[in-house]
């Protein structure tokens, strides 16, 4: 059974830092990519960042510079750094696996999601 787990979400102030991670139980680990999507409240889930089985990360351009999107196939886990942290960043976090050798930012192509952690940054 395929699970992800994600970890790290809390209340932070604007200009702080939150590291997320993301178990993989269930799945080869090193043969999907893997993706961070958020989920604003009254807003769609978009793409934050994805990451390549070779470690090739992507990101929303938007947010490119503070995120950093890591994989350590060893563990079974991705990370998101987030630095920098503004009220606007306020969402739920997903981690999501796609059984591909390609990143894309379509939630529809992913395989697998975890259950979300939440992500407050306060003013």
């Known amino acids: 059974q395929v699970k992800l787990v994600e970890s790290g979400g809390g209340l932070v102030q604007a200009g702080g830092s939150l590291r997320l991670s993301c178990a993989a139980s269930?799945?080869?680990?090193?043969?999907?990519?893997m993706g961070w999507f958020r989920q604003a409240p009254g807003k769609e889930r978009e793409f934050v960042a994805g990451?390549?089985?070779?470690?090739?990360?992507y990101y929303s351009d938007s947010l490119k510079g503070r995120f950093t999107i890591s994989r350590d196939n060893a563990k079974s886990t991705a990370y998101l750094q987030m630095n920098s942290l503004k009220p606007e960043d306020t969402a739920v976090y997903y981690c999501?696996?796609?059984?591909?050798?390609?990143?894309?930012?379509?939630?529809?192509?992913?395989?697998?999601w975890g259950q979300g952690t939440q992500v407050t940054v306060s003013s």
């Open positions: 999501a696996a796609r059984l591909s050798i390609l990143v894309v930012t379509s939630e529809r192509e992913y395989n697998y």
């Open positions: 269930g799945v080869t680990f090193s043969s999907y990519v």
């Open positions: 990451i390549s089985r070779i470690n090739k990360p």
